[in-house]
């Protein structure tokens, strides 16, 4: 047998429903009860005016974590690392070696400038004078062979003084030598570059001044290649952002416009703003054609926290 349920108990049963409910909805309540009846309002997500989630870009083991939640950081300051890999270091240092000993070899070849130009003269008067041998006995004696000496010695002295007029022309350089020897260092220094970010990688750095938040992970813990592990905020001023704002609602937004927030969590402080950019391009939600906007406050409060809703009163 159902038991009857008595009015006044289901009376009071609806009451904490919508008690329940009404948090939620303080703000936008707010918002409404004090809007003139052309105003627009949107809910919003309170965030800090800039911010970047921090990863690694390899996979591997954290060895420490140098900074807590709520710490200042500045650019380029190391947060954590990941446990050293041995390969890593081990291949930066080979690389390193080889571009050394590259960079040694152009040097040595560029510093005998001059010793290669009178080793080219040297050659060039060497040739000369096989040359004039050869032609001495080709006179003497007609044959097979001593043209074949002779054609022989021509050729050589032809190419000896090609290659002296080049050096001559390169201040006693084979640019082709030179050009050999700086493919090698320039190789060796692109390996020597991909070693030390193979190595650089298992240190993580702020990407920009602000305060560490968000983080994620522990001494030991191992994460993935692109696993968001921490961020860094710049808590100095909020910024509101809303999304559903309507083809027919932003086209009376622009930017400067003042603006009026209210956060659910706070909806008995009425906040200024100003609208500091409008998105140009657009969403579809639900069917209906949406576009992003900010807000910059123009004030704070020290109970505000990353992610609030909040309320954003646009008054034309």
Do not use: H
């Amino acid at each position: 047998m159902k038991r009857k349920i008595s009015p006044v108990i289901l009376a009071a049963i609806i009451i904490l429903a919508v008690s329940a409910c009404a948090p939620k909805a303080a703000a936008a309540d707010k918002a409404l009860a004090t809007a003139p009846t052309d105003a627009i309002i949107a809910e919003g997500r309170l965030l800090p005016v800039s911010s970047l989630d921090l990863s690694f870009s390899v996979p591997g083991q954290v060895a420490e974590v140098l900074v807590k939640e709520g710490d200042t950081v500045k650019a380029d300051q190391v947060l954590a690392r990941l446990v050293d890999s041995p390969e890593a270091q081990s291949a930066l240092a080979g690389a390193k070696k080889e571009a050394l000993a590259a960079q040694q070899a152009l040097d040595d070849y560029k510093a005998a400038a001059e010793v290669n130009l009178a080793q080219g003269q040297l050659t060039a008067i060497l040739a000369k004078k096989k040359l004039t041998t050869a032609r001495d006995n080709f006179y003497a004696g007609k044959s097979t062979e001593t043209t074949a000496r002779m054609d022989e010695a021509a050729g050589n002295l032809k190419i000896a003084q090609d290659a002296l007029k080049q050096l001559e022309a390169n201040a006693g350089l084979d640019p082709d030598q030179v050009n050999t020897l700086e493919a090698r260092l320039g190789a060796a220094n692109a390996a020597v570059e991909s070693a030390r970010a193979a190595v650089d990688a298992l240190v993580l750095k702020a990407a920009m001044s602000g305060s560490a938040a968000d983080i994620k992970i522990l001494p030991g813990q191992r994460i993935t290649a692109g696993e968001v592990v921490m961020a860094v905020a710049d808590f100095s001023k909020w910024v509101v952002e809303t999304d559903n704002l309507t083809e027919v609602e932003v086209v009376k937004v622009k930017e400067g416009q003042e603006v009026e927030i209210i956060l659910d969590a706070l909806p008995d402080v009425a906040l200024k703003g100003v609208v500091s950019n409008i998105n140009a391009r657009f969403e579809e939600k639900r069917g209906d054609i949406t576009y992003t906007v900010k807000a910059i406050l123009n004030e704070t409060n020290p109970l505000m926290r990353w992610g609030m809703t909040a309320a954003v009163k646009f008054t034309p």
